[in-house]
């Protein structure tokens, strides 16, 4: 065989023995993904839920399946890819340029929210903040709604779960700490909410080269973070959505970040992000991911000025934005246990059906990543514990995982496992540390002969990473798609635009999600779920008593002011 010959795969181009690490990545890669693929079908031919919320079951099975039978293609396609003398090229101008790609990834990703996502906060995760950035980029902390529409106009069974409602005063805030509407309002404000999740995900490319160098000392190792990244679907699919999980990724990334260098004023810098990651919906995912931080200050010279100095940073904000926003709601709801029974039911011991819901979480991560990341990300852990920064990163990780495990919820809706994703950053960096050595590392890696296989070993990741960014990605974003297109579907099948309420009969697979309005309603359409025939009628005739229905289908009712001839005013079955 001839080592050098053009063409012929990465088997072909080196001596068996260099190939070990490829080798092993294929088949353990292979060998897990082809157990995802065997285990999604036996899940579909049961048909059995497991205690899984109905949509986590569903996008678990429907969507994954393809997606694992893609990651074992791209596993064995990435063999056959040439080993190409610009790999370290490419990774070199990656690494050079995170403005440029970050500022690519914020356009394009703002472009998949309109056009993908439909503008549209799928779930009420999504809805409660983009509701409360409307409420505070119109200058008030609440909504405001008739007080005895308030069932009509936000579903009983997500008050005081998604949505804080007063029967009261009608006033409607989220449920969840503010912080995350607070970086929406000025986009909210400026008219473009969409592209919110897109300039942060653009920073987060930035920051996350920034991180990298610092921990690698290595251009090529900050390009091949950033294509680990942008690679990955869920880094996309957070991206176009109104999750919070990009800017848990984000904060946590900044906070390492400035923690890498504590001097005093980074770890003040470092609190006060820390704070806003507690606040940004609930303090769960930044404090999973801070406290192995806390531990590795600790460990440092004079710790505890530096942790005086990182708490000190905490303190305002999560006061202000934390506690603050906690007196607010029990002040709004005129519940003062409303936050501490809400804490209280967060957490339970693990069940079966959690450790299931988990597995199927651990899944997701993997599918929903380049296909080889999580097994280069373990590798990496392990081969650069030493350094006791990544040794950091891995703990982060783990106590994510572990911590999830005592939250009884399976998160429902969602791209990828979204409660990991406060701490994903760590997979792209220590699959890096595996891939590239570590800066001490580095001048005895050169002098070795491990210089060749790891070259090896490179040319195959960065083929599975760029198999994953064209097919990967292309592959969810058809999927997100016709998820969401399907979702809105489920609207009643009315053609007009004049200014109406639309009524859902609860008919069809989360239809109830889809009952969003303005906080104040002063956009044309408001929404509304169907409490009964005869209540639902007699409310919309107190408050819109020229409006009568135009409208009917199995989705809903539609009422408006149109006259009842008006041929714009039917489509479909209307009554």
């Not at 590795?296 to 708490?311: D, G, I, R, Y």
């Not at 202000?320 to 709801?333: K, M, P, Q, R």
Request: glycine share 8%; aromatic share 12%; proline share 6%.
């Amino acid at each position: 065989m001839n080592a050098s010959s053009p063409g012929r795969g990465i088997f072909a181009r080196l001596p068996v023995g260099h190939s070990t690490a490829v080798r092993a990545l294929l088949i353990l890669g292979g060998l897990i993904m082809a157990a995802c693929v065997l285990w999604i079908r036996q899940l579909r031919f049961e048909g059995d839920l497991h205690g899984l919320a109905p949509i986590f079951f569903a996008l678990f099975t429907y969507f994954d399946y393809s997606a694992a039978l893609l990651a074992l293609g791209i596993l064995l396609v990435a063999l056959f890819v040439p080993r190409w003398d610009g790999i370290d090229r490419l990774l070199r101008w990656t690494g050079q340029h995170p403005y440029l790609i970050g500022g690519a990834v914020a356009v394009l990703f703002s472009i998949g929210a309109l056009l993908i996502y439909h503008n549209q906060p799928l779930s009420m995760d999504e809805y409660a903040a983009a509701f409360q950035s409307k409420a505070f980029a119109a200058g008030h902390l609440s909504g405001h709604f008739p007080p005895d529409l308030l069932n009509l106009l936000v579903p009983e069974g997500f008050q005081q779960v998604f949505l804080s409602t007063s029967k009261t005063t009608g006033e409607v805030a989220s449920k969840y700490w503010p912080s995350f509407a607070l970086l929406l309002t000025p986009f909210t404000w400026l008219g473009i909410p969409w592209a919110c999740n897109g300039v942060l995900s653009g920073v987060t490319i930035v920051v996350l080269n920034k991180l990298s160098r610092r921990l690698f000392q290595s251009v090529e190792a900050a390009g091949l973070v950033t294509l680990f990244t942008i690679a990955s679907p869920v880094f996309f699919a957070d991206g176009i959505s109104y999750y919070s999980m990009t800017a848990h990724m984000l904060a946590n990334a900044i906070f390492a970040l400035l923690l890498l260098q504590p001097t005093t004023g980074r770890l003040i810098a470092a609190g006060v992000v820390g704070s806003i990651a507690l606040t940004l919906h609930n303090p769960v995912p930044h404090a999973l991911f801070a406290l192995p931080w806390f531990v590795w200050l600790a460990t440092q010279e004079k710790p505890v000025s530096k942790l005086v100095a990182l708490c000190a940073g905490y303190v305002p904000l999560s006061l202000l934005l934390g506690i603050g926003w906690f007196w607010y709601l029990g002040d709004l709801t005129q519940s003062a246990t409303s936050a501490a029974g809400t804490a209280a039911n967060a957490f339970a011991l693990p069940t079966a059906g959690v450790y299931f819901a988990r597995l199927v979480g651990l899944a997701k991560i993997l599918l929903w990543s380049v296909p080889c990341l999580l097994l280069l990300a373990a590798a990496g852990a392990w081969r650069s514990r030493m350094d006791s920064r990544m040794l950091t990163f891995a703990a982060a990780g783990l106590l994510t995982l572990a911590g999830y495990l005592f939250v009884p919820a399976d998160q429902g809706h969602g791209w990828g496992f979204r409660y990991f994703h406060s701490a994903w950053l760590v997979l792209p960096v220590l699959a890096t540390a595996f891939v590239f050595p570590m800066a001490k590392e580095q001048n005895h890696a050169a002098a070795s002969d491990s210089a060749l296989p790891a070259a090896n070993l490179r040319a195959y990741v960065v083929a599975c990473a760029l198999l994953s960014l064209f097919v990967g990605v292309g592959l969810r974003a058809s999927q997100m798609n016709e998820f969401m297109t399907d979702h809105l579907s489920q609207y009643p099948g009315y053609a007009g635009t004049e200014p109406r309420i639309v009524v859902q009969s609860g008919v069809g697979f989360y239809a109830y999600d889809l009952v969003q309005n303005d906080p104040f309603l002063r956009k044309d359409v408001v929404r509304m779920v169907n409490i009964g025939e005869d209540a639902t009628a007699a409310a919309i005739k107190k408050h819109f008593p020229t409006y009568h229905r135009v409208h009917t289908d199995r989705y809903g009712q539609v009422w408006s002011a149109a006259p009842p001839s008006s041929p714009v005013a039917h489509n479909g079955s209307a009554e």
